[in-house]
């Protein structure tokens, strides 16, 4: 006997089954490349979120920039004024030009710190400096305490922001200030007790505190002074 030829229905159930297969395989790439589709969208949302936060901050930070650059053009204007002023005018004259309508400052002690930054050379030793200019600073100041406050966190600005490299001669530059009679005893004193003092100055509270700790021996030595005195 021969053996039976398969039947249509056989070949059917083949063309099933791997057509089955197939749909499953198919339907399984249809769905990874779905899942794939919507996590690269997701990346790609993400990513432009940050891209627009990092365009956002970076003009806030630009229109920061451009609006301190002005102030800041606007004050260099002022002290190249004063500067220019001081090498063919006294002390007296140039006093009173700071406080002129012709200047334009919005206080005396903001003229003070126009003074402070036109009268000295952040590359040059700043003792002999105070020495040599002295007449125009007690010329500004006087013995008004509001000045005299001014001038000496107009210099703690020089310093920590110009002069840096002389901060660490900051109590010799003190003392001179001292010694000329720039600044008295009880200005000085007042200062060093309160770290926020110039801060309208622009001066940061952690800075100033610096400072302080790097003058205290001159502190100390004055207060011992005035107290000896009485």
């Known amino acids: 006997d021969s053996d039976p030829e398969p039947s249509d229905d056989d070949d059917d ?32 949302e993400v990513a432009a979120d940050e891209l627009e936060k990092k365009a956002t901050l970076e003009a806030a930070a630009a229109a920061k920039a451009a609006e301190e650059s002005e ?4 004050e260099d204007e002022r002290i190249a004024k004063v500067r220019g002023y001081v090498t063919k005018h006294d002390a007296k004259e140039t006093a009173e030009y700071l406080v002129s309508d012709k200047l334009g400052c919005e206080s005396k002690e903001l003229g003070v710190h126009f003074l402070v930054e036109a009268l000295f050379d952040e590359d040059e030793p ?13 010329a500004a100041c006087g013995q008004d305490a509001k000045l005299q406050t001014a001038l000496v966190c107009a210099v703690e600005l020089f310093i920590t922001e110009s002069a840096t490299e002389q901060f660490k001669q900051y109590v010799a530059i003190l003392k001179e200030l001292y010694d000329e009679d720039v600044l008295d005893e009880e200005i000085i004193l007042k200062w060093g007790a309160d770290p926020k003092s110039a801060a309208k100055f622009g001066v940061e509270l952690e800075t100033s505190q610096a400072v302080r700790k790097q003058v205290k021996p001159f502190l100390e030595w004055l207060a011992q002074d005035d107290s000896d005195s009485d």
Request: glycine residues 0%; without cysteine; hydrophobic residues 45%.
């Open 71 to 74: 102030s800041e053009e606007e």
């Open 126 to 138: 700043l003792v002999p400096q105070i020495k040599a200019k002295k007449a125009y600073m007690i």
């Open 13 to 44: 159930d083949d063309d099933d089954a791997v057509w089955a297969t197939d749909t499953s395989a198919v339907a399984a790439l249809a769905r990874a490349k779905e899942q794939l589709t919507d996590a690269s969208a997701s990346m790609v």
